[in-house]
């Protein structure tokens, strides 16, 4: 069983960084697909990127050259790099692992953390 826990999440402004964090514990990590999404109010889950363990990546169009998703192994921690922050990147931020290649599909991933808020003031 693979336990995920994000952090890093907080309020910004407009134009600013924040950098997420998600360690992963009980399981091989670097075996993984890991990825981050995002859930806003009222809204459904939505996927942000994906990163393979053989270094590909993946985003969604909305993040594409703003966010960067990458791994440090030795940490067993995914992090997703957020740049140029814009108000609708407002959201709850989730981790996700699975076993079954990049997707953009949440059904695609296992296992899944508890979320981090990240709020970006106008």
């Known amino acids: 069983q693979v336990q995920l826990v994000e952090s890093g999440g907080g309020l910004v402004q407009a134009g600013g960084s924040l950098r997420l964090s998600c360690v992963a514990s009980?399981?091989?990590?670097?075996?993984?697909?890991m990825a981050w999404f995002r859930q806003a109010p009222g809204k459904e889950r939505e996927f942000v990127a994906t990163?393979?363990?053989?270094?590909?990546?993946y985003y969604t169009d909305s993040v594409k050259g703003r966010f960067t998703i990458y791994r440090e192994y030795a940490k067993n921690t995914v992090y997703l790099q957020m740049n140029s922050l814009k108000p609708d990147d407002t959201a709850v931020y989730f981790c996700?692992?699975?076993?079954?290649?990049?997707?953009?599909?949440?059904?695609?991933?296992?296992?899944w953390g508890q979320g981090t808020q990240v709020t970006v003031s106008s």
């Open positions: 996700a692992a699975g076993t079954r290649g990049m997707s953009r599909t949440h059904g695609a991933y296992d296992y």
């Open positions: 009980g399981g091989t990590f670097s075996s993984y697909t």
């Open positions: 990163g393979h363990w053989n270094g590909g990546t």
